[in-house]
């Protein structure tokens, strides 16, 4: 099967990149992705599956394929959001949906996943066991698809799941994976603090908000410089402060906002009391009211090592000349709402690495002129279709 699977993918890889090129030209933002999920559910018709749809918050679709003979289950995931960003790429299937772009690659992980599927559901009677696709809808956007679609219990039966991601920073034929705590979690906050409002030429007569906001900005370079232990990461980034105002008036309030990363669950209960606890100190030192809300979405992302090195074992395995190299990958410092499954059921999620050819500097995820090496989809397929036959042992 495993040969015969190879050689399908190989026959599909223009379809692929057709695929994915339709969906760069039309981009939709998550929890709106409409015409995705359609166009999604319309590859499926007419064959031997059974697909879900509107699963979770969203239009999250599951599809499953039954094996030949009853088995385990395996989830493989896919995303399927773009964001908001206006393309500057000069692609001629540049998104048609100003505002709207395919900057994280999204578009590349369902195109080699439909290909992929359909393919598994042609030689299904090999298997003994199941898969379930997840087309997921809203990655981009907390709280993400990914948390509802676990919540929604159509995962309850999984016993390994498996997801992927473009990566540039390394050239298409290279597969990366990390053990263990792979992508960081995320944490946002907002901070009201409230003084006094008052003329410049009297603060005694007033409470200088901004003095607040100022130091509020200072002290909290300290949590990551001083409470951290030095071997474990963590970054607190104040995004915004609203202190505009007038030249002679003392302001009454600012507003901050900040993002919080951290590599483990303890660094980011750390992080949290340090920084409500400096809040607090804040309104004791200055006679301030502060208001902070703060809240932890995507958690980090747990490779398990188990299902780590099984994968990594079965694809330094292949001798195919599209995966030429299986190397680790460092801890990458963003967030994937793909930790929401691997905190409930084994599984792994790796790198693909995608960098365009002939250019040594890429364009990162996010950037408005983010662009991909298509060869990359057929990576992709290739070593998560690997993972799939070395899973359930078919040769
Ligand atoms: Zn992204
Ligand atoms: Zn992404």
Not at 17 to 45: G, M
Not at 115 to 144: F, M, R
Not at 194 to 203: M, V
Request: glycine share 10%; hydrophobic share 35%.
């Amino acid at each position: 099967m495993k040969t015969q699977l190879m050689k399908m993918l190989d026959a599909r890889k223009e379809e692929m990149i057709q695929i994915r090129r339709y969906l760069h030209e039309n981009p939709e933002l998550s929890f709106q992705e409409q015409k995705t999920a359609q166009f999604i559910v319309d590859f499926y018709k007419g064959k031997d599956m059974n697909v879900q749809t509107n699963v979770g918050n969203g239009l999250g679709i599951i599809v499953t394929i039954h094996g030949g003979k009853p088995g385990k289950t395996i989830g493989l995931r896919a995303d399927f959001d773009a964001l908001p960003i206006f393309e500057e790429t000069d692609v001629p299937f540049k998104s048609k949906n100003e505002g709207v772009m395919h900057a994280c690659g999204h578009d590349g992980h369902t195109a080699y996943m439909l290909v992929l599927a359909d393919c598994l559901i042609q030689l299904k009677s090999s298997i003994a066991g199941s898969i379930k696709i997840i087309h997921q809808h809203a990655e981009e956007t907390p709280p993400g698809g990914a948390k509802s679609i676990v919540d929604s219990g159509v995962l309850d039966d999984l016993d390994s799941i498996y997801g992927i991601h473009l990566f540039p920073t390394e050239p298409a034929g290279v597969v990366g994976y990390r053990s263990g705590y792979a992508m960081a979690g995320r944490s946002y906050f907002k901070l009201v603090i409230q003084g006094t409002g008052g003329h410049g030429s009297s603060p005694h007569m007033a409470n200088d908000a901004i003095i607040a906001g100022a130091h509020f900005v200072t002290a909290v370079q300290t949590v990551v410089s001083r409470r951290l232990n030095p071997f474990e990461a963590g970054v607190v980034t104040i995004g915004s402060f609203d202190g505009k105002g007038t030249f002679n008036v003392i302001k009454d309030s600012v507003e901050l906002e900040g993002d919080v990363r951290y590599m483990n669950g303890d660094t980011q209960q750390l992080i949290d009391k340090e920084i409500h606890r400096i809040t607090s100190g804040i309104e004791v030192e200055f006679g301030v009211k502060c208001e902070l809300t703060y809240t932890s979405d995507y958690p980090p992302l747990y490779n398990d090592p188990q299902v780590t090195e099984t994968v990594v074992a079965s694809l330094q395995s292949m001798n195919d000349p599209d995966i030429q190299k299986v190397m680790e990958f460092p801890m990458i410092s963003a967030s994937e709402d793909f930790a929401y499954y691997a905190e409930k059921i084994p599984g792994t999620f790796f790198f693909i690495g995608c960098r365009p050819k002939g250019v040594e500097t890429p364009y990162f995820n996010h950037h408005p002129k983010f662009d991909i090496d298509e060869d990359a989809l057929l990576v992709a397929a290739k070593s998560v279709g690997q993972v799939v036959c070395d899973y359930f042992k078919v040769d």
